[in-house]
């Protein structure tokens, strides 16, 4: 079937909306006409670095209605609301015990640019397209294992469902599956960006006493005192490792990075209290730590934790609860951008004009 997709032929290159050949779903797949699809900053870093092999279709926020399953599909059926989320294999020991973020496999099955079985289902001029994420959801339609695949309401806008597959997962589900912070403990948030600001929103769930946002934008800072913060930082104009301890009585109980900058993943160590749990979420460089002073004669822990440590068929439904019942406004970090503006949507993104952009494709 020819489909509309935003193709990507080399490293940095703009995206260019190109017709493509898609292939029908085999077993255990489910092909989705694409209603949207967030923009998220990892798609722009595998274009940038060569994180799958080119030409490739990107995009892993897709969200949309199952147009037809494959022989062995029974959680979804034509008709179904989905939101895509990231792949994984099912089968490892991290699989069968909850953890699917860090499948054995997730670097081949997200990255390497081929479904499960090895092979392809995008084509353009008899050559492969690769796929990303086990969706590529930047066109019109998608195939994805039934894995990818979460059913969700359908007296939801399925428009604006797309980023709980990745990014908003990422930032809520840090909270409410990793830390698990009791109610009145204390957290600090570096980087409000839409992890970031998702987040805060888990925060104030699970009745964080200090929810403390730290930025360099102060409509962002402003938007997470709308959404739960109760006490911000610009760091361009402050000792945030100070001004953290002093509003905290000693440091918080726990803190999430979300901007990957050195400089702020220390200040995220240093302001923990004693016993203090510090989550990394971003991407990271190699940086240098003190072990002893920073992390071991406190007894702090630091953690990496991908995609929100989430299940995510259980976990997106019950986000899309907590929205009905008003108490996860994420569709408030949200511009709607139409297909066509996808590079318009990278560049406000980079740029912070939008904090969770999301393409409208049919």
């Given at each position: 079937?020819?489909?509309?997709?935003?193709?990507?032929?080399?490293?940095?290159?703009?995206?260019?909306?190109?017709?493509?050949?898609?292939?029908?779903?085999?077993?255990?797949?489910?092909?989705?006409?694409?209603?949207?699809?967030?923009?998220?900053?990892?798609?722009?870093?595998?274009?940038?670095?060569?994180?799958?092999?080119?030409?490739?279709?990107?995009?892993?926020?897709?969200?949309?209605?199952?147009?037809?399953?494959?022989?062995g599909?029974?959680?979804?059926?034509?008709?179904?609301?989905?939101?895509?989320?990231?792949?994984?294999?099912?089968?490892?020991?991290?699989?069968?015990?909850?953890?699917?973020?860090?499948?054995?496999?997730?670097?081949?099955?997200?990255?390497?640019?081929?479904?499960?079985?090895?092979?392809?289902?995008?084509?353009?001029?008899?050559?492969?397209?690769?796929?990303?994420?086990?969706?590529?959801?930047?066109?019109?339609?998608?195939?994805?294992?039934?894995?990818?695949?979460?059913?969700?309401?359908?007296?939801?806008d399925?428009?604006?469902?797309?980023?709980?597959?990745?990014?908003?997962?990422?930032?809520?589900?840090?909270?409410?599956?990793?830390?698990?912070?009791?109610?009145?403990?204390?957290?600090?948030?570096?980087?409000?960006?839409?992890?970031?600001?998702?987040?805060i929103?888990?925060?104030?769930?699970?009745?964080?006493?200090?929810?403390?946002?730290?930025?360099?934008?102060?409509?962002?800072?402003?938007?997470?005192?709308?959404?739960?913060?109760?006490?911000?930082?610009?760091?361009?104009?402050?000792?945030?490792?100070?001004?953290?301890?002093?509003v905290?009585?000693?440091?918080?109980?726990?803190?999430?990075?979300?901007t990957?900058v050195?400089?702020?993943?220390?200040?995220?160590?240093?302001?923990?209290?004693?016993?203090?749990?510090?989550?990394?979420?971003?991407?990271?460089?190699?940086?240098?730590?003190?072990?002893?002073?920073?992390?071991?004669a406190?007894?702090?822990?630091?953690?990496?934790v991908?995609?929100?440590?989430?299940?995510?068929?259980?976990?997106?439904?019950?986000?899309?609860?907590?929205?009905?019942?008003?108490m996860?406004?994420?569709?408030?970090?949200?511009?709607?951008?139409?297909?066509?503006?996808?590079?318009?949507?990278?560049?406000?993104?980079?740029?912070?004009?939008?904090?969770?952009?999301?393409?409208?494709?049919?």
């Amino acid at each position: 079937m020819k489909i509309k997709a935003a193709v990507t032929h080399s490293m940095g290159e703009e995206f260019k909306i190109e017709e493509v050949e898609i292939s029908d779903p085999k077993a255990n797949e489910v092909l989705i006409k694409v209603v949207a699809s967030g923009v998220c900053h990892t798609d722009a870093v595998a274009r940038d670095i060569g994180l799958s092999p080119f030409p490739a279709v990107f995009g892993h926020e897709g969200s949309g209605i199952v147009e037809k399953v494959g022989e062995g599909v029974r959680t979804v059926q034509p008709g179904d609301h989905v939101v895509l989320s990231y792949a994984s294999c099912g089968h490892c020991e991290n699989c069968l015990t909850g953890h699917p973020s860090v499948c054995v496999d997730f670097n081949a099955l997200n990255f390497g640019g081929k479904m499960e079985d090895g092979t392809h289902r995008l084509h353009q001029h008899h050559h492969e397209l690769s796929t990303f994420f086990g969706q590529s959801s930047f066109g019109t339609y998608a195939i994805a294992n039934e894995r990818n695949v979460v059913k969700v309401d359908k007296d939801v806008d399925i428009a604006l469902l797309g980023p709980l597959g990745c990014g908003i997962q990422t930032g809520s589900g840090t909270v409410l599956n990793k830390l698990r912070p009791p109610f009145g403990s204390s957290i600090a948030i570096y980087g409000t960006g839409a992890v970031g600001l998702s987040a805060i929103m888990a925060a104030k769930i699970v009745g964080c006493k200090h929810i403390i946002a730290i930025d360099i934008h102060e409509s962002r800072l402003e938007l997470a005192k709308e959404l739960g913060a109760t006490y911000v930082i610009n760091s361009k104009h402050a000792d945030v490792v100070k001004e953290i301890k002093e509003v905290t009585k000693g440091g918080t109980h726990y803190g999430i990075d979300t901007t990957g900058v050195p400089i702020v993943v220390r200040q995220g160590l240093q302001a923990l209290r004693p016993l203090g749990q510090l989550a990394i979420v971003g991407v990271t460089p190699e940086m240098n730590i003190n072990v002893h002073e920073e992390i071991m004669a406190e007894g702090k822990t630091m953690v990496g934790v991908i995609e929100g440590d989430a299940v995510p068929q259980l976990f997106i439904p019950e986000l899309v609860e907590y929205y009905k019942k008003g108490m996860f406004p994420f569709d408030k970090l949200v511009k709607f951008y139409d297909f066509t503006q996808i590079n318009d949507a990278f560049e406000d993104s980079k740029k912070g004009v939008a904090i969770k952009p999301i393409l409208k494709i049919s």
